[in-house]
């Protein structure tokens, strides 16, 4: 059941409306764990998360379950968030407000579990501190697809972002039965190898581990289907994180698995090196140039505009590195 969330100096309750922030929480960088604060495993999540300082949950109270970890905050506890993080048709989101309030903060963002809330990937990157780093960020699909229907939209590339990633994680089913069995595994275990690859060499920012790289033949269909499904992000990436299919243990958890861990970086403009080189052969063409699609990059880049801000960002790279830097003494 949805409880009544009480008035608490540890409790940042945004589903009614900005909150007052701690001091502990104005200055610094701090670490998020999502879907977590309601519930009790052995002990309450306030107690089991201690090392993070935020956890955030839409809360649920199962037999006093979020009134037990109410009950556990403390001025050493993390800072309990309380807030509506899904995005749904006609449902005000507490996104934005939280996001004004901790813009480039957070040097860990961890998701809990599977079937918690997720930011989406614009909404990372405005929370993550410059090397910051995101793990667990999307929900694994508890959809069931028959084989054959699933074979003939991986084979026709029926790729459209967040749908399609969701697509990839569904259990897959042979004919007549709730699992795969050999035959159909083994097809669908071949098909997944050859387009993780074939991602792997197109992709501009998530790329696999060579750990995972090298262990591809050796996973479950099941498994590739999570890796193949974290390569997918790419195409809705923002330019600023760069994304390691890896193996990856939060602080949550005692067991590492393969995990799509983002890491925030911002890319190499050279705008000191592009000042270089005006200073000795002054605004000529080359110099314009660069400064165009610069400041084009940074419009997409303020526009959330992925694709066009990656083209950019290429015919950028190239264009300093044939007609500007060969040109600028170090």
Not at 275 to 290: C, I, L, P, S
């Amino acid at each position: 059941m949805q409880p009544i969330i009480p008035e608490h100096p540890r409790i940042l309750n945004y589903t009614k409306g900005n909150p007052v922030i701690p001091e502990s929480l104005k200055t610094g960088q701090l670490t998020l764990l999502l879907g977590a604060g309601d519930m009790v495993h052995t002990v309450t999540n306030v107690e089991e998360f201690s090392q993070y300082d935020i956890l955030i949950c839409r809360p649920y109270d199962h037999s006093g379950s979020f009134y037990k970890n109410v009950e556990m905050l403390s001025d050493t506890s993390p800072v309990l968030c309380c807030m509506n993080a899904e995005v749904y048709p006609g449902v005000p989101s507490d996104i934005p407000a939280f996001v004004s309030h901790f813009s480039g903060r957070f040097s860990k963002i961890d998701g809990h579990g599977h079937h918690v809330p997720h930011f989406s990937l614009d909404t990372l990157e405005h929370l993550l501190a410059e090397n910051g780093t995101a793990s667990n960020i999307f929900e694994l699909s508890s959809g069931i697809v028959h084989f054959s229907t699933f074979m003939v939209w991986i084979e026709n590339e029926y790729i459209n972002a967040y749908s399609n990633i969701h697509m990839s994680t569904s259990k897959v089913i042979s004919n007549g039965a709730m699992t795969l069995n050999d035959e159909d595994s083994a097809l669908l275990r071949d098909v997944l190898q050859k387009r993780i690859i074939y991602l792997q060499s197109v992709n501009k920012n998530i790329h696999l581990s060579e750990e995972v790289l090298v262990s591809l033949p050796s996973y479950s269909h099941s498994t590739l289907q999570k890796i193949f499904g974290s390569m997918l992000f790419d195409s809705i990436c923002p330019l600023s994180l760069l994304g390691s299919v890896c193996m990856h243990c939060p602080s949550w958890d005692r067991q590492p698995s393969i995990q799509l861990v983002l890491t925030k970086s911002t890319p190499l403009f050279w705008e000191n090196m592009l000042q270089r080189y005006k200073d000795v052969h002054g605004m000529n063409e080359h110099a314009t140039r660069a400064d165009q699609i610069l400041s084009a990059i940074k419009v997409d880049i303020a526009n959330y505009s992925i694709w066009q801000s990656k083209a950019k960002y290429a015919t950028f790279l190239k264009h300093m590195r044939k007609n500007i830097l060969p040109f600028v003494e170090v």
